[in-house]
């Protein structure tokens, strides 16, 4: 079966909302019949676009690309509540830390969600490095950003 086949049933695969690792995709396409190794699902998914979505079980799952804005921002502040201790605007970035070990964590679910004023993020352990878009203000995308921390507070 060819690229095309393949990737068009990667589509089909999660369209349905479940898969949520390359290693579910590739055993998902093996039962439909296609031949797979991991590093050729990776490249499928990004060849494709897909993003994490937000399922309404909680986990984040495979989705089309073209998945919701509300999607992507809900996902993203889901990881800000799980993930994030504090945020403060300096210079051009934004610091966001977190506990020891989910920086990495945290910083992959900025970026999967294509926020318009975050151009990029570099994670250490506990640190992340937010580079906002020129003309975006930092003081008011760390308030954005830390006001998912907040949501849900009583």
Request: proline content about 3%; aromatic content about 4%.
């Amino acid at each position: 079966m060819n690229r095309r086949e393949r990737q068009s049933a990667i589509l089909e695969l999660v369209r349905d909302g479940t898969l949520s690792t390359q290693a579910e995709v590739a055993s998902a396409l093996r039962e439909a019949g296609f031949e797979v190794v991991q590093t050729t699902v990776s490249r499928d998914i990004a060849d494709l676009g897909l993003v994490k979505v937000r399922a309404p079980s909680g986990r984040l799952v495979y989705a089309p690309p073209g998945a919701t804005d509300g999607d992507r921002m809900r996902a993203l502040g889901a990881a800000m509540r799980r993930y994030a201790i504090g945020a403060q605007a300096a210079g051009s970035l934004v610091v966001l830390t977190t506990p020891s070990g989910y920086a990495n964590a945290l910083a992959q679910a900025i970026d999967e969600a294509a926020h318009p004023g975050v151009a990029g993020t570099i994670a250490g352990d506990n640190t992340i490095f937010v580079a906002a878009r020129d003309g975006v203000s930092t003081s008011v995308l760390r308030d954005e950003l830390a006001g998912h921390l907040l949501q849900g507070a009583a």
